[in-house]
Protein backbone atom coordinates (compact mmCIF):
# COMPACT_ATOMS: atom_id res chain seq x y z
CA UNK A 1 0.00 0.00 0.00
CA UNK A 2 1.67 3.22 -0.85
CA UNK A 3 1.51 6.25 1.65
CA UNK A 4 -0.25 9.16 0.45
CA UNK A 5 0.84 12.89 2.41
CA UNK A 6 -2.81 12.99 4.19
CA UNK A 7 -1.94 9.68 5.68
CA UNK A 8 1.44 10.88 6.87
CA UNK A 9 -1.14 14.12 8.18
CA UNK A 10 -2.84 11.50 10.23
CA UNK A 11 -0.91 9.06 11.51
CA UNK A 12 0.42 11.01 14.29
CA UNK A 13 1.48 7.81 16.28
CA UNK A 14 3.67 6.53 13.69
CA UNK A 15 5.09 9.62 13.14
CA UNK A 16 5.77 9.92 16.84
CA UNK A 17 7.10 7.27 17.70
CA UNK A 18 7.47 5.84 21.38
CA UNK A 19 8.86 9.56 22.41
CA UNK A 20 6.29 11.38 24.63
CA UNK A 21 6.39 15.27 25.10
CA UNK A 22 8.16 17.68 22.98
CA UNK A 23 10.98 15.20 21.19
CA UNK A 24 7.77 13.38 20.09
CA UNK A 25 6.13 16.73 18.80
CA UNK A 26 9.75 17.43 17.33
CA UNK A 27 9.59 13.93 15.48
CA UNK A 28 5.95 13.86 14.73
CA UNK A 29 5.75 17.31 12.87
CA UNK A 30 9.79 17.40 11.08
CA UNK A 31 9.03 13.82 9.92
CA UNK A 32 5.43 15.05 8.64
CA UNK A 33 7.19 17.67 6.86
CA UNK A 34 9.74 15.36 5.51
CA UNK A 35 7.11 13.38 4.06
CA UNK A 36 5.31 16.23 1.87
CA UNK A 37 8.77 17.07 0.35
CA UNK A 38 9.36 13.78 -0.52
CA UNK A 39 5.85 13.42 -2.54
CA UNK A 40 7.17 16.36 -4.56
CA UNK A 41 10.22 14.40 -5.83
CA UNK A 42 8.88 11.13 -6.09
CA UNK A 43 7.91 9.54 -9.49
CA UNK A 44 9.55 12.57 -11.06
CA UNK A 45 11.87 11.69 -14.17
CA UNK A 46 15.45 12.76 -13.44
CA UNK A 47 14.90 15.57 -16.52
CA UNK A 48 11.49 16.27 -14.36
CA UNK A 49 13.29 16.69 -10.87
CA UNK A 50 15.82 19.32 -12.91
CA UNK A 51 13.01 21.02 -14.39
CA UNK A 52 12.57 24.80 -13.39
CA UNK A 53 9.56 25.49 -15.04
CA UNK A 54 8.72 29.06 -12.20
CA UNK A 55 10.06 32.14 -11.38
CA UNK A 56 12.05 30.44 -9.13
CA UNK A 57 15.16 29.18 -10.59
CA UNK A 58 14.78 26.18 -8.11
CA UNK A 59 14.07 22.62 -9.62
CA UNK A 60 12.40 20.32 -7.03
CA UNK A 61 15.50 17.88 -6.78
CA UNK A 62 17.29 20.97 -5.91
CA UNK A 63 15.26 21.72 -3.38
CA UNK A 64 15.52 18.16 -1.91
CA UNK A 65 19.08 18.16 -2.07
CA UNK A 66 19.20 21.86 -0.32
CA UNK A 67 17.02 20.65 2.47
CA UNK A 68 19.10 17.51 3.16
CA UNK A 69 22.46 19.54 3.60
CA UNK A 70 20.95 21.84 5.72
CA UNK A 71 18.92 19.24 8.00
CA UNK A 72 22.66 17.48 8.20
CA UNK A 73 24.25 21.12 8.81
CA UNK A 74 21.69 21.67 11.89
CA UNK A 75 21.95 18.39 13.38
CA UNK A 76 25.87 18.73 13.09
CA UNK A 77 25.33 22.07 15.11
CA UNK A 78 23.35 20.38 17.84
CA UNK A 79 26.21 18.06 18.72
CA UNK A 80 29.25 20.46 18.11
CA UNK A 81 28.23 24.07 17.76
CA UNK A 82 29.92 25.72 14.78
CA UNK A 83 32.77 23.56 15.37
CA UNK A 84 33.02 22.62 11.62
CA UNK A 85 31.90 25.52 10.06
CA UNK A 86 35.12 27.67 8.06
CA UNK A 87 36.23 30.90 9.60
CA UNK A 88 35.50 33.57 6.71
CA UNK A 89 35.65 37.36 7.04
CA UNK A 90 32.31 38.31 5.79
CA UNK A 91 32.87 41.95 5.42
CA UNK A 92 36.15 41.55 3.60
CA UNK A 93 34.72 39.50 0.69
CA UNK A 94 35.58 40.20 -2.78
CA UNK A 95 31.49 39.15 -4.34
CA UNK A 96 33.42 39.25 -7.84
CA UNK A 97 35.62 36.22 -6.43
CA UNK A 98 33.31 34.59 -3.77
CA UNK A 99 34.97 31.80 -1.50
CA UNK A 100 35.23 28.27 -2.15
CA UNK A 101 32.36 27.95 0.61
CA UNK A 102 30.03 30.00 -0.79
CA UNK A 103 29.94 28.59 -4.35
CA UNK A 104 30.24 25.42 -2.68
CA UNK A 105 26.52 26.53 -0.67
CA UNK A 106 25.06 27.69 -4.27
CA UNK A 107 25.60 23.68 -5.81
CA UNK A 108 23.58 22.59 -2.59
CA UNK A 109 20.72 23.88 -4.76
CA UNK A 110 21.44 22.20 -7.96
CA UNK A 111 21.22 18.21 -8.57
CA UNK A 112 24.69 17.50 -10.80
CA UNK A 113 24.84 15.65 -13.18
CA UNK A 114 25.88 12.23 -11.32
CA UNK A 115 22.93 13.06 -9.24
CA UNK A 116 19.97 11.05 -9.27
CA UNK A 117 16.71 11.27 -7.46
CA UNK A 118 16.95 7.85 -6.24
CA UNK A 119 20.58 8.54 -4.58
CA UNK A 120 18.63 11.97 -3.29
CA UNK A 121 16.14 10.43 -1.75
CA UNK A 122 18.22 7.82 -0.08
CA UNK A 123 20.58 10.51 1.25
CA UNK A 124 17.00 12.02 2.74
CA UNK A 125 16.60 8.79 4.46
CA UNK A 126 19.82 8.51 5.82
CA UNK A 127 20.01 12.35 7.63
CA UNK A 128 16.38 11.98 8.44
CA UNK A 129 17.43 8.54 10.26
CA UNK A 130 20.50 10.27 12.02
CA UNK A 131 18.18 13.42 13.17
CA UNK A 132 15.79 11.47 14.10
CA UNK A 133 18.37 9.08 16.22
CA UNK A 134 19.83 12.48 17.73
CA UNK A 135 16.11 13.85 18.87
CA UNK A 136 15.37 10.57 20.64
CA UNK A 137 18.96 10.81 22.49
CA UNK A 138 17.51 11.49 25.89
CA UNK A 139 21.47 12.45 26.40
CA UNK A 140 21.04 15.48 23.60
CA UNK A 141 20.27 18.23 26.09
CA UNK A 142 17.57 20.56 24.74
CA UNK A 143 18.43 23.65 26.72
CA UNK A 144 22.40 23.63 25.79
CA UNK A 145 23.39 26.84 23.39
CA UNK A 146 25.67 27.46 20.95
CA UNK A 147 27.68 30.04 19.33
CA UNK A 148 26.40 30.63 15.29
CA UNK A 149 28.77 30.15 13.18
CA UNK A 150 29.73 33.63 11.09
CA UNK A 151 27.50 33.93 8.28
CA UNK A 152 26.25 36.66 6.74
CA UNK A 153 22.42 35.65 7.70
CA UNK A 154 23.52 35.36 11.26
CA UNK A 155 23.59 38.49 13.73
CA UNK A 156 27.32 38.60 14.63
CA UNK A 157 27.74 36.57 17.97
CA UNK A 158 24.69 34.94 17.94
CA UNK A 159 23.38 31.69 20.12
CA UNK A 160 20.96 29.12 18.97
CA UNK A 161 20.24 26.60 21.46
CA UNK A 162 19.63 22.82 20.52
CA UNK A 163 15.58 23.00 20.81
CA UNK A 164 15.55 26.37 18.40
CA UNK A 165 17.69 24.71 16.15
CA UNK A 166 15.76 21.52 15.58
CA UNK A 167 12.58 23.90 15.01
CA UNK A 168 14.77 25.45 12.38
CA UNK A 169 14.80 22.02 10.54
CA UNK A 170 11.20 21.73 10.58
CA UNK A 171 10.77 25.49 9.71
CA UNK A 172 13.42 24.77 6.44
CA UNK A 173 11.60 21.64 6.00
CA UNK A 174 8.13 22.80 5.75
CA UNK A 175 9.03 25.97 3.91
CA UNK A 176 10.75 24.73 0.84
CA UNK A 177 8.49 21.75 0.72
CA UNK A 178 5.75 24.41 -0.35
CA UNK A 179 8.02 25.84 -2.99
CA UNK A 180 8.55 22.59 -4.09
CA UNK A 181 5.31 22.00 -4.26
CA UNK A 182 4.31 24.77 -6.09
CA UNK A 183 6.60 23.49 -8.88
CA UNK A 184 5.78 20.05 -8.63
CA UNK A 185 1.89 21.20 -9.32
CA UNK A 186 3.69 23.51 -12.62
CA UNK A 187 5.45 20.36 -13.63
CA UNK A 188 2.57 17.92 -14.01
CA UNK A 189 -0.20 18.98 -11.71
CA UNK A 190 0.56 16.90 -8.71
CA UNK A 191 0.04 18.73 -5.22
CA UNK A 192 0.83 17.42 -1.76
CA UNK A 193 -2.73 18.06 -0.25
CA UNK A 194 -5.35 17.53 -3.08
Known amino acids: ?23 GDLLETLRMHRGFLRHTLTGLSEEQARATPTASAL ?5 VKHVVAVEKQWADFCVEGAAGAPQIDWESIDWANPPEMFLEFQQQFV ?26 NADLDLD ?26 VAETAQHSGHADIIRETIDGQTTMA
Open 1 to 23: MTTTPMDLATSSSTLRGDLPGER
Open 59 to 63: SVGGI
Open 111 to 136: LGPDETVEGTLAAYDEVAAATDALVA
Open 144 to 169: RTWVLPAMPWFEKDGIRSVRRSLYQI
